[in-house]
Every structure is written in structure tokens, then in C-alpha cells.
Nanobody, 126 residues
């Protein structure tokens, strides 16, 4: 059974930082692009960041470029999201995602992902 488990969310003041982790189990994702999405109350789930299998290529939503950094440790089957200079508009539930196949390319839309974590809440106070 494949599981993605996010951790690291919490309450932080504007300008602060958080580091999210997503630990995968049940299969290895070392040959797949993995991503992060977020969903604010009453809004759709949006793309945040993705990293190809080697971490050599990364992709970001315009709203987080320069502030967030995605990275991965394939030996640990884990992907991370370092979030700096947080803003109140970053408040959302953050989800880790992975495709159900080996995938080496750019994946920035929801349909490209099959496995999802349960999410971790990030709240940024002003």
C-alpha cells in the first residue's frame, strides 16, 4: 500500500520559515517527478512546486518563486519543501503528490499525479 505522509506544518508569523517533509512508503519514487500542491479554504488545489527524479529540474508556481525550495532525498524516499518569507496568503493545507508510474518530466497539474498525502496545515499570521 502506497502512502505519502506530510509533516512540518504549523503556525508561523509572516516572514518566518517552515520546512515540510513528505515521506513515501509502499514503493520507491526515485524514478518519478514528485510535487507539492496547496489548497486554501474555499479554493481549488493549486500547484506549488515539483522536482524531477534527480532533483536536477525544479518547477515553481509564480507566487512562490524565490521563496520556496523543493528538494528530495531518494535514499530516504522523501521530498521536502523549504518555505521562507512566508506570507498570510500562503496559508493552506499542503499536499505531497506522486504519479503512479516512472515519470521523468515536468508535472505541474493535478491529473498528472495519482498518489496524495493527507495534507499538513500551514497557517501564516500577519
Amino acid at each position: 500500500q502506497v502512502q505519502l505522509v506530510e509533516s512540518g506544518g504549523g503556525l508561523v508569523q509572516a516572514g518566518g520559515s517552515l520546512r515540510l517533509s513528505c515521506a513515501a512508503s509502499g514503493r520507491t519514487f526515485s524514478r518519478s517527478t514528485m510535487g507539492w500542491f496547496r489548497q486554501a479554504p474555499g479554493k481549488e488545489r493549486d500547484f506549488v512546486a515539483a522536482a524531477t527524479w534527480s532533483g536536477g529540474s525544479t518547477y515553481y508556481a509564480d507566487s512562490v518563486k524565490g521563496r520556496f525550495t523543493i528538494s528530495r532525498d531518494n535514499a530516504k524516499n522523501t521530498v521536502y519543501l523549504q518555505m521562507n518569507s512566508l506570507k498570510p496568503e500562503d496559508t493552506a493545507v499542503y499536499y505531497c503528490a506522486a504519479p503512479n508510474r516512472n515519470y521523468y518530466g515536468r508535472a505541474v497539474t493535478l491529473p498528472e499525479y495519482d498518489y496524495w498525502g493527507q495534507g499538513t496545515q500551514v497557517t501564516v499570521s500577519s
